[in-house]
T-cell receptor, first 114, second 114 residues
Framework: AQSVTQLGSHVSVSEGALVLLRCNYS??????LFWYVQYPNQGLQLLLK??????LVKGINGFEAEFKKSETSFHLTKPSAHMSDAAEYFC????????????FGQGTELSVKP | NAGVTQTPKFQVLKTGQSMTLQCAQD?????MSWYRQDPGMGLRLIHY???????DQGEVPNGYNVSRSTTEDFPLRLLSAAPSQTSVYFC?????????????FGQGTRLTVV
């Protein structure tokens, strides 16, 4: 069975500091992985996706994620946090052979302090 | 281009009442799905459709019904609301069933059952 675990339900950083949001997956088949962002009272927006073309994936708003098969990880990073990055972030995996269905992690709420 | 539109945005129901959450997309996407979002649990799949006339159950289908008579619309019905169904509901659509297909989300419906 496939699953996604996000370490840390809440992460707080200072403006300008590195953002690191952790995501580990479990899958017996090559996974397709996604990061979504949810701003308050809004729907989810795609940040980036891994589809096996490249292990380092760049997304919108300066975010990127690196797929590491040996560590079964897909951590999300941004070199310098901005106040506007405060939101909830979800890691998700596409269910094998059922494209369009997603399994989500528990979510990580990112706070950015001035 | 409106994308995925959900109505209503907010709803309060009494236990035992029924209602329908509406979802419409204008992107001609084949795949549509309903998720519920609860604190600390991420998003969980309720029901899913791969095209008009075809629906399938997700992880948490009990208490919910769906139908898909057109490509554009995918309503979610609560037959007899229970307090455990208090949640935020998201509708999503995607183009086809490929593993790397991203899902597009509506703005959500916040439902409270008292």
């Amino acid at each position: 069975a496939q699953s996604v675990t996000q370490l840390g339900s809440h992460v707080s950083v200072s403006e300008g500091a590195l953002v690191l949001l952790r995501c580990n997956y479990s899958s017996s088949v090559p996974p397709y992985l996604f990061w979504y962002v949810q701003y308050p009272n809004q729907g989810l927006q795609l940040l980036l996706k891994y589809t096996s073309a490249a292990t380092l994936v760049k997304g919108i708003n300066g975010f990127e994620a690196e797929f590491k098969k040996s560590e079964t990880s897909f951590h999300l990073t941004k070199p310098s946090a901005h106040m506007s990055d405060a939101a909830e972030y979800f890691c998700a995996v596409s269910i094998y052979n059922q494209g369009g269905k997603l399994i989500f992690g528990q979510g990580t709420e990112l706070s950015v302090k001035p | 281009n409106a994308g995925v539109t959900q109505t209503p945005k907010f709803q309060v129901l009494k236990t035992g009442q029924s209602m329908t959450l509406q979802c419409a997309q204008d992107m001609n996407h084949e795949y549509m799905s309903w998720y519920r979002q609860d604190p600390g649990m991420g998003l969980r799949l309720i029901h899913y459709s791969v095209g008009a006339g075809i629906t399938d159950q997700g992880e948490v289908p009990n208490g919910y019904n769906v139908s898909r008579s057109t490509t554009e619309d995918f309503p979610l019905r609560l037959l007899s609301a229970a307090p455990s169904q208090t949640s935020v509901y998201f509708c999503a659509s995607s183009y086809g069933g490929r593993m790397n297909t991203e899902a597009f989300f509506g703005q959500g419906t916040r439902l409270t059952v008292v």
